[in-house]
């Protein structure tokens, strides 16, 4: 089952989610912007990307556990502040991470939840992509969100800290779970190194 909204904001208040800082304002206000859909919530872009750079090496995706470091090392940081946005040209891949830390506990009782996070079709519509192919939050994850983007538009795509870019959608999982944790749990970086 999806959340609404409302118990969205029921399972942070009784902390079965935990979305740090809490997305505000709670309903929507004149002229405000509001982050809750009526079954998802914004969540908004780090200051922090990395750029993959080309070159003659390639990934091994199963060399488990190094994955953060190589892509660390074979890609260029990027600091973003409201007068130095990062200008994504077409077709480049970089990631970003969100702002907001994301807590799914399973200490609280049963339901336990799960996530999945998706773009926003209005940055869509630009060509920009995101987060489009591992969407899935487990229950028990801690940490930001590591965001994959593309631009697959024909347009120069400008990113600014702090800007909505992607929506978590919150969902119960049935019966007990036994616990399995990712190479990335508990991340801090785009890369997802700790």
Known sequence: MILSNIEIQRALDDGRLVI?????PR???????????????????FREISVPQPGPEHFDVMERGILPEVIAG?????????????????HRFILGRTLE?????????LPHLAARIEG?????RCGLM???????????????????M????????????GMAIAQLIIE???????????QFHGQSTPEGLA
């Open 150 to 161: 593309i631009n697959l538009g024909p347009q120069t795509i400008i990113l600014r800290p």
């Open 101 to 109: 830390r994301v807590e799914l506990p399973v200490d609280k009782g």
């Open 74 to 90: 074979r890609s260029q940081r990027f600091v973003l502040a409201d007068d130095n946005p990062y200008p994504l040209p077409p």
């Open 120 to 124: 926003k079709s209005s940055r869509a």
């Open 27 to 45: 309903r929507p206000q004149a002229g405000e912007y509001c982050p809750y859909d009526t079954h998802a919530v914004d969540l908004r872009l």
């Open 20 to 24: 740090d800082p809490e997305p505000l």
């Open 130 to 148: 995101v987060h489009f192919t591992a969407p899935t939050v487990h229950p028990g994850w801690v940490g930001p969100l590591t965001l994959e």
């Open 172 to 182: 119960e999982v049935r019966g007990e779970i036994f616990l399995n944790p990712s």
